[in-house]
């Protein structure tokens, strides 16, 4: 399949109308279009139809049994595809359009193979102005998961939708680099009961502001075992993992850096390391992923950080383990996974 480019600089320009247009028409007629979101970049296609879906499965290369979220342009429009509730207008009301999904039980209009088979469907309204002009254009729900091919991590620029998506899908529009740069917070309303399901830029303290209880599911924090079943099908999969082993360094920051300079003159390894520490580490390997302090830069460069690491031929990768308090938690969820767990105490 040969994929069409296309780059959106300004959404007001004729030619980006044309664009979204051309992305919208592929996708009413069964095909495949990715598109920027403030989060991530996102593998679109039509919600309605169980056929699209399987194009997604196929072109990520993903287990069909993990649901796929659903993209619709105003919260209102989730009554045609789900039961809501009140604690969903009033999240809606708080965070929507932005970087939130929720799910609620889903209406037989969403087909099966959309939900991995799952009674329930994921709903989120995003605030990119190129993804919210495409649902408009398209006139449909659009399902779309995270660009990247299954186990790799999310693209947040278009030069790694390309790396993945080239030949497999009709269309890329090339809108930037995501903003936020991690994938929505998810939050199930299922059964009553606000539990979240994977931590994001909307964190679980704004969440309780409007939720009053919010719970954490296992698998926020932990890996799961072999054979336990998570709330989130895509939990049960290592995700965003590079090649090389990825270790994370928990301790105080003194003896952490004090282990990095040990490590980057005796080992071939790549560090994702503190804007802080670069004057302080002399390999040649390092990748830095922000201030400590400033965890929205760390997000945003995560996942293009790791792809970077992958590309340096280290033999092992090292970062920090984040704290687990606001935006920190998002950050601790994809990197104990990219880690597979592997955790140093220095
Ligand atoms: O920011 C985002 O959410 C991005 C952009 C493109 O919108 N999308 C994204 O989709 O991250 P994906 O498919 O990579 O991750 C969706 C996650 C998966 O872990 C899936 O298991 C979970 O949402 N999910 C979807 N529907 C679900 C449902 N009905 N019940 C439980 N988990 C669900
Ligand atoms: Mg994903």
Known sequence: MTTIFEKITDINEPKAKLAIKKAADIIKNGGLAVFP????????????????????????????????????????????????????????????????TVILPKKDIIPLSVTGGLDTVAVRCPSHPVARALIEAAGLPIAAPSANLSGKPSPTCAAYVAEDMNGRVDMIIDGGDCEIGLESTIISLDGGVATLLRPGAITSDALECVCESVKIAPAVLELLGENERPLSPGMKYRHYAPTAPFVLLDGDSEAQLEFLKSAVKNENCAILCYDEELPELEGDKLIAIGSRKDLSRQAKTLFTALRDADKLGADKIYGHLPPKEGLGLALYNRMIRAAAHTILKV
């Open 37 to 100: 979101t403030e989060t991530v970049y996102g593998l679109g296609g039509n919600a309605l139809d169980g056929d699209a879906a399987r194009k997604i499965y196929a072109a990520k290369g993903r287990p069909s049994d993990n649901p796929l979220i659903i993209h619709i342009s105003l919260p209102e429009e989730a009554e045609a595809y789900c039961h809501t509730n009140e604690y969903f207008y009033r999240l809606a009301s708080a965070f929507m359009p932005g970087p939130l």
